[in-house]
């Protein structure tokens, strides 16, 4: 199991950026798959995941309307789709999957594979 983060960067409040996790060594539309962040000092948090067997969709409250993520099967890639970026979304992002394991997606602990992060900073 390979997970390959990359398209973080510098944005200014209010702007928007996409980020990739490229996938390799297990089912994509069976496995749940999903980003979690992690602020200096802070727990690292979920963001928003892909329940296993094409399940649904979750998203964390604090990034609902601003957030979107996307699952490419034909390109083993999933997608975060950043806008509305505000301070308090600096952070090192994650992708992480797991085995299908019951319908949920959204709990840390469960998660057994992660890629490395990347770094995405909003500030002016």
């Known amino acids: 199991v390979q997970l390959q983060a990359s398209g973080g960067g510098l944005v200014q409040p209010g702007g928007a950026l996409r980020i990739s996790c490229a996938a390799s060594?297990?089912?994509?539309?069976?496995?749940?798959i999903g980003w979690f962040r992690q602020a200096p000092g802070k727990e690292r948090e979920v963001v928003a995941c892909?329940?296993?067997?094409?399940?649904?969709?979750y998203y964390a409250d604090y990034v609902k309307g601003r957030f979107t993520t996307l699952r490419d099967s034909a390109k083993s890639t999933i997608y975060l789709q950043m806008t509305s970026l505000k301070p308090s979304d600096t952070a090192v992002y994650y992708c992480?999957?797991?085995?299908?394991?019951?319908?949920?997606?959204?709990?840390?602990?469960?998660?057994?594979?992660w890629g490395q992060g990347t770094q995405v900073t909003v500030s002016s």
């Open positions: 892909h329940g296993s067997n094409n399940g649904g969709t």
């Open positions: 992480a999957t797991r085995p299908a394991v019951g319908a949920s997606c959204h709990w840390r602990e469960e998660y057994q594979y």
């Open positions: 060594g297990f089912p994509l539309e069976a496995w749940a």
